[in-house]
Structure formats: C-alpha cells, structure tokens
C-alpha cells in the first residue's frame, strides 16, 4: 500500500499500519485455507514439521511411507507432516445506524471500527492471506468473499471507505447467513456495538464458533454510552428510528447503567463460555494499541497452544 | 370566602403558567442523538412511575403556589358567619341590630351581654368592609337607618346602646327595604343580629310573606346573614308592674302595687330569696321576698297617708343576668271621682247594676239615662257606662265609640228582647230560659286580670254560686258572615250565628257557661274596652244581682274605664304618642343620660309625670327557633351563625396570611421535588453538561 492509496482510503493509518507490520495475524485454530501459508492447517500435508507415524492402510500414498521403519522393522508405517495453509479472515462490519453515534471523545463507532477491520484486512493480505468484507446493514452492503490479492483488498478498502451506516441493525439475520456462508473454517471478526436482543445474538455467535470458526468480537462502546453522564433533561433521539424519549437522566442514570453494564457482562461472559476472542473497544482509545494488543495476545496465545 | 380585591381573581387563570411553561420546556429539550436507546428504554421504564408522580407533583405545587399567591393578593376573608361564598364585598351592608331589652341578657358563662357581643362582632366583621361597602346601621329602637362613617361607629352607646324597648322585626326588614329603594343602592346584605325572641319576630305576621316577597324580588339581589343569640341558659327574674292605683280611704290614701316576677327556671328548682326594693318618691326601702316556682304576682300596699297629688316610684329587683328587667317603674295620681252612667229603657230590671256601680269617692249610686236622654247629651264625665238597650243605630254607635276609645268601658246587658241591632259585630240572639230545676252554672272565668279576677286576697269571686234563670246570648255577626262567605249553607250561618262559643274568636270570654257560651267577654278598641254580659243583674234573670259578682265586677270596670278621665301615665318604652315625644322630659329620679324614647323610667314634663317600662312582651322568653327565623326569610339566600360563645374572631377574618404560608410550603416542597438527586453519582463528582448536540 503506497502513500496515494492511504490518502485516498483516510481510515488506514500510515502509522499505525507500520506499528503493526511485524505483528501477525494469527488464527487460534486450525484453519482451511486453499493454498500452503503459514497458518495450522487441520489436514497433513508436506510441510517440514512433523506430525506423527500411522500405520499403513491400502490405498495410502506409498511416497510417504516411510521406508526406513520398513527396512529395519518390516512394518508399514506412514510418516505424516503437518500442512500449512493461508488465513481466511472473513471482516463482518456492522452498519447500522447505531454505529454512527459518536460521543466528544472520540470517533464515531462506525469510523472507528472501519480502520480496525480496514487496517485487519490490510495485514491479512501483506502477510499472504486472503481478506473477505461481510456488512450488516439494511440495504446494499457489500459482501466480499476471502480474497488474498491485492486488487480484492482494494476493493475492501473502497467498499469500506463508501460505506455509511443507515438503518436498522440486522446483525442477528446477517450473522446466521454468514455462519452458513463461509464453509471453510475461517477467522470471522465481528465488529459490533452489539446493541440487540443479547439471548438470539448470542445464538448467533455460537452458530459460527459450531462451524468451527475462529470467533473475534469487536465490542464498540463509546465513553459517554458507558457513563450516561448528563445533567439536565434530554430529548433522547433513537438513531435507528424516529423515536424519541424526554426524560431526566440523573433519574434513570442508575437504571441504565445496570442494564447496559448487565449487558456487557453477559456478553463478555458468553464469548468466554464458547471461546470466542471478545474484545471491548471504546472508540476514544488508540487504535493502532488496540490491534496491537489484539495481534499479541493472539500470537501469545498460539504460541501457548 | 369573600375577597377584599376581587377583580384580582380575574388573575386566576395565570395559575395555568407552570403548565404552559411545562409545555414550552418539553418542546426545548436539547435533541440528544442516542444509539443506546435500549437501555434507556429499560431504565425509563423502571423509574418512569416515580419520576412521573414526581413530575406530577411537581407541576402541581407549581400550580398551586400561583394560585396560593393570587388569593393572598386578592385579600380573602373567611369565617364561620360570612362563609365560603365568592361573592365580591357588597354594596351596602344594612346591620340590623336587635336593641330590645331582652338582648341585655348575659351570654352563657360571660360577662357581657348579647348586645355587647353582637355590636362587638358586628363591628369586627364590618371593619373589612368599610372601605367596600357602605355601612348603614338600623337599629329597632330608633328604626331610622343612619350611614356609618366606619365601623368604629358601631360601638358608639348612642347608637347601639341598650334600650328598653321591644324590636319589630317585620318592621325593620320593611324599613330597610325601603331604605335601599329609595336610595337606589347596589347589592346589598342584612346582617340581622337577634336573640330571635317570639314577641320581637312576629313569626304569625302576615307582613313578613310581604316583605320578604319585595326585598326577594330587588333586582340587585340581597343576601341575609343571620348572626342568632338563641342562648337563654344564665338565670333571670324579671319584674313586670301589673297593676298600680290609689284607694282612697277613710284616714287617707294606701297605693295598691301588683308585681308580676317570673323567672327561667326548671319547675321544682329551689326557691329563691331576694331583696326587692322599693323606691317611692325618691324614698327607698326595702322587702325580702321568697319566691318559689316559675312565677309569682306579688301584692303591696303602702300607705300614703294624707298625701295629694302625683307621685311617682320604682321596684327593683338586684342584679341577674339581664340589668334591663328588674326594674318598674310607676306613676300614681290623685284620686279622681269616677262615675257610672246607665243607659236603660226599663230602670227596673237594671237598679242593682246601678247600685252596685257607685261612685267610690261619692257613694252616690250611677245616673240612669234613657236611651234617647244619652244621644241628646253632649260629653259626659262617666268612667263607665252601663248599657241595658237595644243595640244603638249608627250615630249612638259612633258616639259610643268615642266614648270607649277615649279609655271608657261600656258593659252590655241584655235588653231582654229580641234586638237585630249590631254593635261592631256584637249582638244579642234570641232569650234561653234556663229549665226550672237546672240553672245555667258559670264553669269557667279569667281570675288572673280583668273584672272577674281574684280579689288582693286572692280569693276568687263566687261565680260559682251563680244561679242563672234566664241568658240572652251573644253573637258575634263577623264570624257569622265568615262562616258564610266559606260557602256554607245559610242554616249554617244561622246556627254560627246563634251558636256562642264562636264568640271568642274576635273578643276574649273573660266567664262562660259550661256548655261553652260566654257569659261575659271583652274587646279592646282604642284606649278602652267593651263587654258583654248575657245575663242580668235581677232576680228574674240570675243571682247576679246579689253582689258578691257584681260590685267587684263594677268597681274594676269603673277603674278601666277611669283612663278616659285621667291622663296616661303609663307608657311601654318606644311606644309613645307623637305629641308626647315632642314633648321635653327629663328623668324623675335625676338620673342623666336617660332617654324616654329607648329607656325604661319615670320622666317629668312639667306637671306631668309619665312611667315608661318595657314592653310586657319583653318578658315573654319564648325564642323561634333558627329553623323558623329561616323559614320566615323565605327563599332569602340566608347565612345563619348561632352566636354562643365570645369568640371574637368568629364571623371572619383576613386569612391571607394561610395562603401566604401555603405558597411557601408548595414553592418549598417543589424545589425540594426538582433538587437532582446527588446521591446518584457515586463517584461524587458533579454532573456534566449535557454535550451540544
């Protein structure tokens, strides 16, 4: 990606990007990638690494039975590698209207989730694997299958850079389309505010973790939805309707809180119980640390496997 | 609740402003952009029910302290008497103020009087109004309404002084009906302050349909307030004179006092002992008197000895709880020589009446005229005259009307033969020979007052004894001719005509047979009375003529009619003639500051000595109950207080200061209800501004 491109696409940090060049991007699973690359694969192939011996059963590759067992015991044993595959990174970005709210701390949701999945998408690509850009919106959102050249990354970055959020959210239908979708094992990040009905939502992330997905969540809160510190009567409007509400919010402060940290924690707790990498992003941080922790803690928890 | 500054109320729709601010307020919230609107949903809903009763509330208070704030301005007065009516002040407020004697009596456990109390109240409550309405004063002595400069006025004792005179209701309401006519005045209100005595509201007087009717239908509308002292609870004795005159006798003069004391208590009370003092002439003594039960006619005698001339005195009795009704006062004159005169067509039948009917001082037994005889003279100086004659024509009949309401008193006998004639509506029906073995019996006769009454003794005339052979009854022609006009046959009429007992209708049966006929009756007319009589005094007849009846029966009426001879000397408080009015009196006693129009005593005008009491009817305690005096005002919005205890503040008074503390208390308890909660934030740190949208 040269200086042009990350002007024209003014979500991609320069900065950030070279931050994060020497980060990878890690599946925690085993992925099914289409091509050899540097990513677990859960089929042998014939990379260097060894996997385990097997006993020979007819029809087996001779090539790979391993003669030296043979000739020194007579036994027919197969000597087995492990494959390296690339990275699907499929990037579900949600598009909804509540995305675009934005605090005075910073970005909207929506902005700030656009660099994450853009700057995701960009390492994906430079480290060999492909990229694909699912949307949850109302109408017209792209849908860009895991691609690994470099003209499909373009083409995230246009999709993303024209995208505006609108409408309702239909996280719940998208999410369970895509869980049928992609059917090859793929990291699926989901970048969300989440705010929805949690019981079907959490549903739908387990739907794609049972497809043996790597599972990221992105949980995008801005700073003054996780405080509600006002203090003089509002008239609240609802982004994704016309609804509005007037009310006192030193009055229901109390109340909201609860709901929305009840919230959070259900959800924080649920990804844990189905191994899915939740993350809470409040959009006032720095996106470049945020990533960077994400690739770390990921690669962390590879190289623990 | 009346209002001091009412047009102010026309500000009350401002206490509409909290709401329309309200309004205003909620179109002015800052739009908030909001994508967690879930939560928000879910948090509303679980405060909404407190906040929203808080918001209620709020507005509420809000609301109320306007309301608060424009009745304090607008002056509000309130009180058990002026009531909750939002009616502005009036025009004119015409206090009617019962000065009758009887108003001086004490209230239960106080030690002012109902007059006091009343002026008191009166005063108090027209203070408020002064500067609204004007105040006009009509009391029942005076009855002349009299503009008040301020309702100080009102405690002046030249206007609202006690009086021994008695009220006419009726009367006052009818004067100040025509006060308001004439003076074209606005709205106007009656505050009437009455102890509601019967005898002082007249409850059967047909005037009160009248003028009830006429204040009802004054276009500007008129509203009664009713302020009642029907409390009659402290202990009374009141002393009425009954009966006063000098008997000549042989070694001089006694003067002859009867004393009617009656006094409220339960029957079976204890007897009571009081001193009763007596002043004759400016000299006073002193008698114990014991009096048990309800009431008592005492009799005095006290000798005058050689004295001439008038002379004057007073009993009183010591202090109760009304100072207007111990005292009577009297006036007694030099003897005058009474005389009878007996007009008769047969001498014979009638000698015992003239006998019996001497003249006291001359022991000369009565002139006997003939009918004819009496129509020629000119004046006659007979105290009573004795008519035993046809009825006479129209020119004997207006001239014996002279005669009676000049104070003579004329006795009818029987002519003793049928007589068409009439005398204001008495006649003489057909003779009732009685059968030989059962005499008419006389069952029943007046022994309190009057001719037949008991003897300074008390013992009662014989009547009982009475034989009586022979009655001529008496008719009354008036009721006849009502039975008549009621449309009933004309047998009917005949037989009310005939039939006596209808007689007492239109005069008092002072005696009557037992089987209800009058033997003797009585009728007023100016200063003096008539009587008839249905039998006569001879043996023919009755056992009249024998004397034990006839000769007190004479002799007292000679002293009825003796007021046509003599000048009055007695008088009722407020009821003096025109001419005596203007007349230049000054208190016997000495005593200043007494006014013979509304005060009780004995006044000399010259040579002349004039008594004045209150009226009798003062004395009757008899009280019309609230609901009646109601009754009585017809369909006049009336607004009644019973006045029993001395509470000064009881009509009204200025409550704005209420409405001033209420607005404190609402504008408080708002601000306390809009307070933010601070509690709420944990960490302690102030709220933030809401961001710009």
């Known amino acids: ?305 | 609740m009346t209002f001091l500054q009412p047009y102010l109320l026309w500000a009350l729709p401002l206490v509409l402003v909290p709401v329309i601010i309200h309004l205003i307020n909620r179109l002015r919230h800052k739009p908030q952009p909001w994508a967690a609107m879930m939560f928000l949903l879910q948090a509303t809903r679980a405060s909404t029910s407190h906040a929203k009763l808080r918001q209620w509330l709020v507005l509420l208070f809000r609301t109320l302290a306007v309301l608060a704030l424009i009745l304090f301005i607008a002056r509000p007065l309130a009180g058990g008497w002026l009531g909750w009516t939002l009616s502005p002040a009036p025009d004119v407020i015409i206090i009617v103020l019962d000065r009758s004697a009887s108003m001086e009596s004490r209230l239960a456990g106080q030690t002012i009087t109902k007059r006091e109390q009343a002026v008191k109240l009166l005063a108090e409550a027209a203070r408020e109004f002064q500067d609204k309405s004007h105040l006009v004063l009509l009391d029942s002595a005076t009855r002349i309404p009299q503009q008040l400069a301020s309702a100080k006025s009102l405690l002046e004792p030249t206007l609202t002084g006690p009086t021994d005179t008695a009220a006419d209701l009726p009367t006052l309401l009818q004067i100040a009906h025509n006060w308001l006519v004439e003076n074209r005045a606005g709205a106007a209100e009656l505050w009437v302050a009455s102890d509601l005595q019967r005898s002082n509201w007249l409850p059967d007087d047909e005037r009160w349909k009248t003028v009830t009717n006429q204040l009802g239908k004054l276009p500007q509308g008129i509203r009664v307030r009713l302020l009642a002292f029907d409390d009659d609870r402290e202990p009374n004795t009141s002393a009425t004179l009954a009966e006063v005159f000098r008997r000549a006798r042989p070694d001089g003069a006694e003067l002859n006092l009867a004393l009617d004391l009656a006094r409220n208590v339960q029957p079976g009370s204890a007897p009571a002992h009081f001193p009763l003092s007596l002043t004759l002439n400016g000299v006073k003594s002193q008698t114990e008197l014991d009096m048990d039960g309800a009431a008592l006619r005492w009799r005095h005698k006290v000798d005058l000895g050689a004295a001439k001339g008038l002379g004057w005195g007073t009993l009183a009795l010591p202090a109760d709880a009304n100072a207007r009704d111990n005292a009577a006062y009297f006036v007694f004159g030099s003897d005058s020589i009474l005389r009878a005169a007996v007009v008769s067509d047969q001498p014979a039948l009638i000698r015992n009446a003239q006998l019996a009917a001497l003249s006291p001082a001359t022991r000369q037994p009565a002139e006997v005229l003939a009918p004819v005889a009496w129509a020629e003279r000119t004046g006659s100086d007979a105290a009573l005259l004795i008519w035993q004659a046809p009825l006479p024509d129209a020119a004997g009949e207006k001239r014996l009307r002279g005669f009676i309401e000049e104070g003579g008193a004329v006795l009818f006998l029987p002519p003793g033969r049928t007589d068409t004639g009439k005398f204001l509506g008495f006649g003489w029906a057909e003779a009732q020979p009685a059968s030989a073995d059962k005499p008419f019996k006389v069952a029943k006769w007046g022994q309190q007052e009057g001719p037949l009454a008991k003897t300074d003794e008390g013992l009662s005339l014989p009547l009982v004894e009475l034989e009586i052979s022979r009655r001529q009854p008496i008719t009354d022609g008036d009721e006849g001719k009502r039975q008549m006009a009621k449309g009933e046959s004309a047998e009917a009429g005949e037989a009310a005509k005939t039939s006596p007992a209808l007689i007492a209708s239109s005069g008092t049966a002072l005696a009557s047979f037992a089987d209800g006929s009058p033997l003797l009756t009585r009728r007023a007319l100016g200063k003096g009375q008539f009587f008839f009589c249905a039998t006569l005094p001879h043996e023919e007849w009755s056992s009249l003529g024998d004397g034990p009846v006839l000769v007190p029966m004479l002799q007292r009426l000679l002293q009825t009619g003796a007021r046509r001879l003599n000048q009055e000397t007695m008088v009722a408080c407020g009821e003096l003639s025109a001419l005596d009015r203007a007349k230049q009196w000054t208190s016997a006693d000495g005593s200043t500051g007494k006014d013979i129009a509304l005060h009780a005593g004995v006044y000399r005008s010259g040579e002349r000595l004039l008594a004045v009491n209150r009226p009798g009817a003062e004395d009757d305690r008899t009280l019309l109950e609230p609901a009646g005096a109601k009754k009585l005002l017809g369909t006049l919005p009336l607004q009644l207080l019973q006045e029993r205890t001395a509470r000064s503040d009881a009509l009204q008074g200025e409550i704005w200061r209420l409405f001033l503390i209420g607005m404190l208390a609402f504008l408080f308890l708002e601000a306390w209800l809009v307070l933010p909660p601070k509690k709420r934030l944990p960490d302690g740190s102030a709220p933030e501004l809401a961001p710009a949208a």
């Open chain 1, 1 to 305: 990606m040269n200086a042009t491109d990350s002007h024209v696409h003014s979500f991609l940090d320069p900065q950030v990007l070279a931050q994060l060049a020497h980060l990878p991007l890690v599946s925690r699973f085993a992925m099914e990638g289409s091509v050899s690359g540097h990513h677990k694969s859960p089929h042998r192939g014939s990379s260097v690494e060894f996997a385990e011996y097997r006993t020979y059963v007819p029809g087996d590759d001779l090539r790979r039975l391993d003669w030296r067992v043979l000739g020194r015991t007579d036994r027919y044993y197969m000597k087995e590698f492990e494959a390296d595959t690339n990275l699907r990174c499929c990037l579900i970005l949600d598009a909804s209207a509540s995305m675009n709210f934005a605090g005075k701390t910073g970005p909207s949701k929506f902005a700030f989730a656009r660099q994450l999945a853009g700057t995701l998408a960009y390492l994906a690509v430079q480290q060999g694997d492909a990229a694909g850009l699912y949307c949850v919106g109302e109408n017209s959102t792209p849908e860009l299958p895991p691609r690994r050249n470099p003209a499909h990354l373009q083409e995230i970055l246009n999709a993303l850079q024209t995208l505006e959020p609108h409408g309702p959210t239909t996280i719940l239908r998208t999410l369970h389309d895509l869980a049928e979708k992609i059917r090859r094992r793929a990291l699926v990040i989901v970048f969300s505010d989440f705010f929805c009905e949690l019981e079907p939502l959490l549903g739908c992330l387990q739907h794609l973790r049972f497809q043996k997905h790597d599972l990221a969540v992105f949980h995008l809160l801005d700073r003054m939805e996780m405080e509600f510190k006002f203090d003089r009567p509002l008239r609240f409007e609802d982004l994704e309707s016309p609804f509005s509400l007037v009310t006192e919010p030193a009055m229901v402060r109390d109340e909201y809180l609860r709901a929305f940290d009840a919230h959070r924690a259900r959800l924080r707790q649920a990804c844990l119980e189905f191994n899915a990498d939740y993350r809470e992003v409040v959009t006032d941080q720095e996106p470049g640390k945020v990533l960077a922790d994400f690739l770390t803690e990921r690669a962390h928890q590879v190289g623990a496997h």
